[in-house]
């Protein structure tokens, strides 16, 4: 059972803070996916000059942001790599969680394909290393583009839950040891001024 509507409403940089742990399920064709969340930032358009709608700026590109929370925000950088997003607080309000970093925890066979087009078990010990640990490599790694771009709060191919054992996949005893989350700044936030210095990076210790 994916999380409620209603946790995407709140405080961005508090929901930034509640996804470590949970697990992104990733659906598409007869593939289920699934991820642990392990790093996040957080995006707040009314005050953040790192935000893509900061001051409310509303174009093509970030009209996705003022639409109801839990809405997929997927958006292209370099031209190349597609970031994940959800898109927080009430309608209306421009904000998001970038999904930063994931520990696979099923369907790593698929993953591996997805990202390197090879068998996990062929993977060398730097493509394990450097497997999910970034916003492109997680989008590589879970078959997820811009044709996912708005989708809507509650659609199976994108949903996000609090245990594993909520949509019939096995659980890791190592996942319940309690979460020892760090912050920092930003990574690639340093033309953004004073929001720069934000300590909206989230993450677990590895």
């Known amino acids: ?26 659906r598409y064709g007869e593939t289920v996916l699934a ?6 930032e957080a995006y707040v358009g009314r005050m953040d000059k790192a935000c893509h709608a900061y001051h409310y700026r509303k174009t093509e590109r970030t009209k996705v942001l003022y639409a109801p929370p839990g809405t997929a925000y997927v958006y292209l950088i370099y031209g190349l790599h597609c970031c994940l997003n959800f898109v927080t607080e009430p309608e209306g309000e421009p904000a998001a969680v970038l999904i930063r970093g ?37 989008c590589a790694g879970l078959k997820i583009d811009r044709s996912l771009n708005g989708l809507p709060f509650g659609s199976p191919e ?39 210095d934000f300590l909206w990076r989230l993450y677990l210790e590895p």
């Not at 991820?35 to 996040?40: D, K, S």
């Not at 609090?162 to 990574?187: A, W």
Request: charged share 30%; hydrophobic share 40%.
């Open 158 to 196: 994108l949903e996000v839950c609090g245990s594993l054992s909520e949509v019939g996949l096995p659980e890791f005893p190592e996942d319940r040891q309690p979460l020892e989350i760090r912050v920092s700044k930003r990574i690639g936030s340093d033309y953004a001024e004073e929001a720069a």
């Open 102 to 138: 994931v520990e696979p925890r099923y369907g790593l066979s698929h993953m591996a394909y997805n990202r390197f087009g090879r068998e996990a078990e062929a993977l060398t010990a730097y493509q394990r290393k450097n497997f999910l640990n970034g916003p492109g490599k997680v």
């Open 35 to 40: 991820v642990r969340i392990t790093e996040t």
């Open 1 to 26: 059972m994916a999380l409620a509507q209603e946790f995407f409403a709140g405080d961005t940089v508090k929901i930034a803070r509640s996804l470590l742990g949970k697990y992104l399920i990733r």
